[in-house]
């Protein structure tokens, strides 16, 4: 039995997954933890990882390490996405976590991550034809799938925390400031040749922001398990609903609405607006959740390679 350690970095929050892999191929998930580092704070347009945010997600990783060095056997990989990704000092970055924290952080590319979502849902969920969509923190990845085959898939580089940052989304959100982000979303959308193949399919959601999104829901129908979203399904009219909610209140007053978390309040606007606009491109009637992605897909790799 080994205990393999998946460090997730990505531009809002970095995520320690640890899970057993039994000799017959079997894995069961022993440890899950997550913090709000948000790398992707203030790189702006220069794509700079800043120092403050450097500092705390090193000392997330810190904090992960006292625990995944308690297991024995373990196997580490990690992995980061879209911030690092396009950080002009990545190798600085990269080199401190080496150095700091003693592990090397693989930087996924926008298809390799795409790839890797495709995998996790696949394995989790009974569904063949569909488009995936992973919302993150500074890119959004999209994977139409066919007879349960990845046809088309790509990285659009915005999400949650750049949206919000670029159009001020954060706090109040005027209709000029709104009406600018949703053109902007549009038009990357549409840039995407094969995204109008995918109309009136379901879309499976994965990311933060559209988590978020199902427990609110969640919790205004009273359900017991508000963190129990896999299979979670909603009508259109229901995502749009709660985006007008959100956009009708004011920072103070979004981080009261049930089932968001208080710091994710300030991007949950940036970070909904990705599917919205889908919806409304794809004329799609349901939106499906799924807990499984990126972290499962690399769980799959792994021991399909070992078998």
């Known amino acids: 039995m080994e205990n393999l350690v998946i460090v997730d970095l990505g531009s809002n929050s970095v995520r320690m997954a640890i899970n057993e892999i039994h000799d017959d191929g079997s894995f069961r998930e022993v440890r899950r933890i997550k913090e709000d ?116 898939l790509i990285s659009v580089p915005f999400g949650a925390v750049s949206l919000s940052e670029r159009f001020h989304l954060n706090n109040v959100v005027r209709a000029d400031r709104l009406f600018a982000a949703q053109n902007f979303v549009n038009k990357q959308f549409r840039d995407i040749w094969w995204i109008m193949d995918a109309v009136q399919l379901p879309i499976i959601l994965l990311g933060g922001a559209n988590r978020s999104l199902a427990r609110m829901n969640r919790q205004h129908q009273g359900l017991l398990r508000v963190d129990n979203i896999h299979g979670y399904r909603l009508k259109t ?54 807990e499984s992605g990126v972290r499962e897909g690399i769980i799959s790799e792994y021991v399909q390679r070992h078998e």
Do not use: W
């Not at 710091?263 to 799609?284: C, E, S, T, Y």
């Open 37 to 152: 580092s948000r790398i992707s704070e203030g790189m702006g347009s220069n794509h700079i990882l800043q120092p403050i945010a450097m500092e705390r997600t090193i000392a997330a990783l810190k904090r992960f390490k006292h625990i995944y060095d308690t297991y024995p056997n373990r196997t580490i990989r990690g992995i980061t996405t879209a911030a690092v990704r396009v950080a002009r000092n990545q190798a600085e970055f990269l080199d401190r976590v080496q150095q700091e924290v003693g592990i090397q952080l693989d930087v996924l590319s926008g298809n390799d991550e795409a790839y890797y979502d495709y995998l996790g849902v696949m394995n989790s969920l009974e569904i063949k034809d569909c488009l995936i969509l992973d919302t993150g923190g500074a890119s959004c990845e999209l994977i139409h799938v066919q007879n349960g085959k990845p046809r088309n």
């Open 237 to 290: 009219e229901v995502v749009n609903k709660t985006f007008r909610a959100l956009l009708s209140r004011n920072l103070v007053n979004r981080k009261k609405m049930p089932g968001l978390e208080s710091q994710r309040a300030d991007i949950i606007i940036g970070g909904i607006l990705p599917l919205v606009m889908l919806l409304q491109m794809l004329d799609a009637d349901r939106v499906i959740f799924s």
